[in-house]
Nanobody, 121 residues
């Protein structure tokens, strides 16, 4: 079983930046793709960003493209989400995910517990 542990969530003002981190452990398959989803109360989880295994360019939702950047650590079991120019509508619980590239942006199998990001105006 894969364990994903997120960190870095915080309460910030609009325009600020945050960096989320996620570390995978357990039976983490090699060459796994990793990414991020987010969820606000009363809404479904939505895709934010993903970095397929071996790719140098990430995938992004329209809502965050140009402001967020996803990257992998030196090891294959760490992923980061650099969030710049945060907006109140970015307020959500952010979840780290992992799976094959074919599923990473739609229905990933492994999920972390989430980290809260709150952006005030």
């Amino acid at each position: 079983q894969v364990q994903l542990a997120e960190s870095g969530g915080d309460l910030v003002r609009a325009g600020a930046s945050l960096r989320l981190s996620c570390a995978a452990s357990g039976r983490f398959p090699s060459r796994s793709s990793m990414g991020w989803f987010r969820q606000t109360p009363g809404k479904e989880r939505e895709f934010v960003a993903a970095l397929p295994w071996g790719a140098t360019t990430g995938w992004y939702s329209d809502a965050v493209r140009g402001r967020f950047s996803i990257s992998r650590g030196n090891g294959e079991n760490t992923v980061y989400l650099q969030m710049n120019n945060l907006k109140p509508e970015d307020t959500a619980v952010y979840y780290c995910v992992a799976d094959r590239a074919q599923l990473i942006a739609t229905n990933p199998q492994s999920w972390g517990q989430g980290t809260q990001v709150t952006v005030t105006s």
